[in-house]
């Protein structure tokens, strides 16, 4: 298991899930994923929580920072300047849900809402610069904006992070998938929110974990208390499926078919 130090500017290093129930979340994942959490003892940080995966951090766990915010998986893109950030997203019509902050020594993190609502955080790393481990069994491996305005997002991300997007070739799969590249390389993903999710489900960023295998991930879900949204289905890239956890929280899942590091594409 190859250990990451640092990640390079705009693209993704942490994620971590805001839930009403964090013991009830810390429990699930926990025993979905085989991590070990460490657990903040400062009562101010809400009980948040480092997850491990073979001693090194791979998500995060922690108390919605707005009550009315619904519980969700969220992807924090690696920075130079959070308050630089802040400036372009308002400048590029996005808003901010959470003003830049210090978080101890480890780093200033803030949140955004692009145009069509989608939250997106950032990460100034200090002495923390995130996943420790990315792309194995147990550790998110993509992360992908479904939106309901592409327009606006293909605008939006460019101006404030410097993406480019690459238009989807013929392929085989019944949805357009775009990728988000920098400096030529994958980043993330974009597609239209597909038609099964419900309507009142806003724009999304959805993180992707790797596992061994889909299935046997899938029955452990529905055994823990979470909800299968997408039954498993075979992609080019390996074996897909979209969950959630105990409080509505989605994610999918992936056995990957290589460790490519491109998009799951439809």
Not at 3 to 21: F, K, M, N, Q, R
Not at 157 to 184: C, H, N, Q, R, S
Not at 189 to 209: D, E, H, I, K, N
């Amino acid at each position: 298991m190859a250990v990451i130090t640092a990640y390079e500017p705009g693209t993704p290093c942490w994620v971590d899930l805001a839930s009403p129930d964090v013991e009830a979340s810390r429990a699930f994942y926990g025993a979905l994923f085989g991590w070990e959490a460490q657990v903040f003892p400062d009562p101010a940080a809400g009980g948040y929580t480092i997850f491990t995966l073979g001693g090194l951090p791979v998500a995060g766990l922690g108390p919605r920072l707005d009550p009315a915010w619904p519980a969700a998986w969220a992807t924090y893109l690696r920075v130079e300047d959070a308050d630089e950030v802040a400036r372009s997203v308002r400048a590029a019509g996005g808003a901010v849900l959470a003003a830049p902050r210090d978080v101890s020594d480890l780093g200033r993190m803030a949140v955004f809402a692009d145009p069509a609502g989608a939250a997106i955080s950032v990460w100034q790393p200090g002495a923390f610069p995130g996943a420790g481990v990315r792309g194995e069994p147990g550790s998110f491996c993509w992360n992908e904006l479904d939106s309901r305005d592409l327009r606006a997002a293909r605008a939006f991300y460019p101006a404030v992070f410097g993406w480019t997007i690459a238009d989807p070739g013929p392929g085989d799969g019944p949805m357009e998938y775009y990728e988000w590249k920098l400096a030529g390389a994958p980043v993330a993903g974009l597609l239209a929110m597909p038609p099964v999710v419900a309507a009142q489900v806003p724009s999304r960023w959805l993180t992707y974990f790797a596992v061994a295998d889909t299935d046997a991930a899938l029955t452990r879900v529905g055994e823990l208390g979470g909800t299968v949204l997408v039954t498993a289905s075979d992609l080019p890239t390996g074996r897909f499926a979209l969950a959630a956890g105990p409080h509505g929280d989605a994610f999918a899942i992936i056995a990957r078919a290589g460790a490519t590091g491109t998009a799951p594409a439809r």
